[in-house]
């Protein structure tokens, strides 16, 4: 049976081969390019805490990646030393640099000090990290080595630092083609996540006459099925996620990191250095996280709420659902209320979290059947409770909410 993802010019989900070419085309060359950037963070990370004239000395070539662009006292726009800030939370303070040099000269250099972002505020440094632990993962378990691509070396980098920008290019385009926003593989795997048996059957026709091998590679698993004699009705109505330390998993962290960090309208602008970095390469770097929410909405209008029966339920909400047989006993909502404040006794404002517990007993087949097109999406996810044993977790906003992901 031929669908719409059958009709996809090379995209073969049951094809195992097809999942390996995928992986040495798009995972293989983000671990290289990771590699290289995080063998150039290790090139300044013994001298963090020396001064420039330590580094003067002994590694002088290191002197412009910290110091190069600084102009009385800030960053000239596009300075390579605010770069070297941006990616790896390596730098110097340019007032201290400026009067130190301008009072001293050179001599000035051992007055100022390599210093070292906080880990939280190193978000690009954690994202390229992040990416890096898991896609090595991937390459282990299917025992694929590094890809060979053509970028500069760590040592060609140093000794040419406008080199950086080759592979800080290189890499964004090989996050944007990996994210499930453009890779229909990618897709595969967020839609893979949390969902029921009866949302994937009806999206992938041909998922069912392969399903062993796929399940053995990518690492997919039940982990709930539904208590009714009803055999058709418990194969529906089953749900999979990835297992454990699989493959699946370890490219779902990844599509979730991108979009965590790939997403430049969060309230707190906590992203605002991985988006400076971009624009030295490009001039609207691709928000990945607003960008997937857009697709969403194309494919299934408003996300705002869906009925089941008298009830209502907010797909961007978080529920705890109480199970039992094909039913949900219990749903207590936990909403975010992004307008409404408080303020603690350290004087900090805080969201209100309203939690609400609706009628009992709703059928659990009638939420699936009107979640389904959400969960397939990736814009929601059902896991299994992490607290209460016959509960089950649903998580909405998925993109929207991978903030979280540190890398």
Partial sequence: MCGYYESISGFQYWNVKAWKQYIQQNIAPLYSITTTLLEVRDEFAPYIGNSLGAITNSRRELLPFLAGGIKDGDYSRYSLAKLTRLIYGFYVDPREFSSAVSS?????????????????????????????????????????????????????????????????KEFYRLSISLSANHNYYTFFIVSNRGTHWRALREGYHKLEENLDAIKEFLGLEEIFIPETGKEDVQKDYTIWSHSRGGIAESIYSMQVGLWGRFNFEVETEINKPIEDALRYITKNPEDLAKGYIGLVKEALGDLKEIHIGNERFYPKDSYDLKIEGLWITDWPNETLISDAKFTNAAGVARDVIIREHSKPKLSLIDFLDKLGPYLFTGYGEISEHPKHTGYLKYYGDIPMNAVWWLG
């Fill in 104 to 168: 001293l000269g050179e001599e000035g250099l051992s007055e100022v000090v390599v210093k070292a972002e906080k880990k939280e505020n190193s978000v690009f440094l954690r994202l390229i990290s992040g990416l890096n632990r898991s896609s090595g993962h991937v390459l282990e378990l299917v025992d694929v080595g590094p890809s060979e691509i053509s970028i500069p070396s760590s040592d060609e980098i140093i000794k040419q630092p406008e080199k950086i920008l080759d592979v800080l």
